[in-house]
């Protein structure tokens, strides 16, 4: 009970810093990481509550190995709109994306 109590509070102070992070920033790259660590404490979370419930079963490993894998990969595309969009513009500031719209 004590491990899962101490994962779950490295998974809230996670999820807290995400999440200001990601409410806070007006950077796309900032906001980015802030979500990429929620996602994180989110599956902190999951494996705890895993081990805590579940310890026989292997499902979930595989379910937050496949969500692991996601998040990479919306990282990578992420990080490609922001590097394309400072190409193009100079910057990755949202309030100056409203050009996105259209």
């Not at 900032?30 to 419930?53: D, K, P, Q």
């Amino acid at each position: 009970m004590e491990l899962l109590l101490t994962a779950l509070a490295i998974g809230l102070v996670l999820f807290g810093i995400g999440l200001y992070g990601a409410l806070s920033q007006t950077n796309l790259v900032m906001i980015m990481m802030g979500i990429e660590l929620m996602l994180g404490a989110a599956m902190i979370n999951l494996v705890a509550f895993w081990r805590y419930l579940h310890p026989e079963s292997f499902s979930i490993q595989m379910f937050v190995l496949v969500a692991m894998t996601v998040m990479a990969l919306e990282g990578a595309v992420g990080f490609a709109i922001a590097t394309q969009r400072f190409r193009t513009s100079g910057t990755v500031e949202m309030e100056e994306s409203a050009d996105l719209k259209g």
